[in-house]
């Protein structure tokens, strides 16, 4: 077996560097041109095919092994997110307002040395290995992008592959789950509108904030009550806003949150119920619901036997490691949408270590992780595509 964990331990400040590079320099979804333009400067010099510009800022590299087939698509997210930073390292963001919150730094940082390694065994793969970097996987439809522009053709993949540097676990843990890992994710957004007037004289107007405090009560039921309780789903409304006088009932009241799930028919019933209820609650309070339902991306599938295998390849590297199979989160990736398609396998790796204080959560001002867990995350990933070329 290659000792991909030894090679990528050797590379680690390579990695490391690159990580804290793009740490220091985070780029929104459709917005990633610097990441962009030095993933394809380091798979071009590696002697890579590199094409740029797909889904808009993302990059993607084919790698020609022993044959042509099969192919295996391994895939990385770019993005960063809006949010603050308050971790106080020495490579924090130095832009105002947006920070790699979720690892996506790790990511990126991984597969360049995931494509070292591979590039390096390239003679050795029975096989093509398409690299993809994907941009705006936070919720802007980075995925949907890449495919409308024709990642999973010429070449076409036969297995795909993903991975994510996990918080919620410790460095050493690795998550590799049979079946739905990931959730569907959906949001809404609804607007109640009433009438407005007085707040001392609420009989003579139609009060859309007290409809909304119903809707927001009602939908609760839609878990507790529509849902079998052996599945899951979660309906969560995150934002109220309405009026701004204390005096004032306003003329229309907003609702926003997210809706999520495992089931394909626990995501249409769940879909049905969240529509009926809001726009009937709203009527039966002499007011109208306005309701937009985006999907944001289905649920996450890992093909089974993948799964079974990536879980053999885990337990060779890392023998000292927990190999966890019942990991599953309500958090959503747009990685579904190719695997969809390509059956695929997507993969936890460890990366807190509380003991640093570097175990906030994903999306959090304060998040960052052990970087120990990027020589593990790109043995992994190097190690499972040996895996399926042979």
Request: hydrophobic share 40%; net charge negative; with cysteine.
């Amino acid at each position: 077996m290659i000792d991909f964990l030894g090679e990528a331990q050797e590379l680690f400040e390579y990695t490391r560097d690159f990580r804290r590079d793009f740490h220091r320099h985070p780029e929104l979804g459709f917005q990633e041109v610097r990441t962009a333009g030095i993933v394809a400067r380091e798979l071009t010099d590696l002697g890579l095919e590199v094409s740029t510009g797909v889904g808009k800022t993302g990059v993607v590299a084919t790698l020609e092994g022993g044959s042509q087939e099969p192919v295996v698509l391994v895939r990385f997210d770019m993005d960063a997110l809006p949010i603050q930073e308050e971790t106080g390292a020495e490579y924090a963001s130095q832009t105002p307002g947006i920070m790699h919150a979720c690892g996506h730094d790790g990511h990126t940082a991984a597969g360049l040395a995931v494509a070292r390694m591979l590039e390096a065994r390239k003679g050795e793969l029975g096989g093509m290995v398409k690299f993809v970097f994907q941009p705006a996987e936070e919720g802007l439809g980075g995925a949907e992008a890449m495919v409308a522009d024709g990642v999973l053709e010429n070449p076409r993949p036969d297995l795909s592959l993903s991975l994510h540097l996990w918080n919620d676990k410790p460095v050493g843990w690795i998550g590799v789950t049979p079946g739905p890992a990931m959730s569907a994710s959906d949001r809404f957004t609804v607007k109640i509108v009433g009438r407005g007037g007085h707040g001392a004289s609420p009989y003579l107007a139609i009060d859309p904030v007290v409809a909304g405090a119903q809707v927001i009560s009602a939908l609760q039921n839609i878990v507790a009550r529509n849902v079998d309780p052996l599945e899951s789903a979660v309906v969560t409304v995150t934002s109220m806003t309405g009026g701004e006088a204390f005096n004032v009932i306003p003329e229309t009241v907003e609702l926003k949150g997210t809706i999520r799930s495992f089931n394909p028919q626990v995501r249409k019933l769940v879909l049905e119920r969240f529509e009926q209820i809001t726009t009937g609650v709203a009527e039966a309070l002499s007011c109208r619901a306005e309701v937009e339902l985006k999907r944001v991306t289905p649920a996450v599938v890992n093909d089974p036997e993948m799964a079974k295998r990536v879980q053999e390849v885990a337990g060779r590297v890392f023998p000292d490691s927990v190999i966890d199979n019942k990991e599953r989160t309500m958090g959503s990736e747009d990685m579904a949408y190719m695997m969809e398609d390509i059956p695929g396998c997507y993969f936890f790796v460890g990366s807190a270590n509380h003991e640093s204080g570097l175990d906030a959560a994903h999306h959090h001002p304060k998040f960052d992780f052990d970087e120990s867990a990027l020589p593990r995350a790109a043995a992994l990933m190097a190690s499972a595509v040996v895996e399926f070329l042979g």
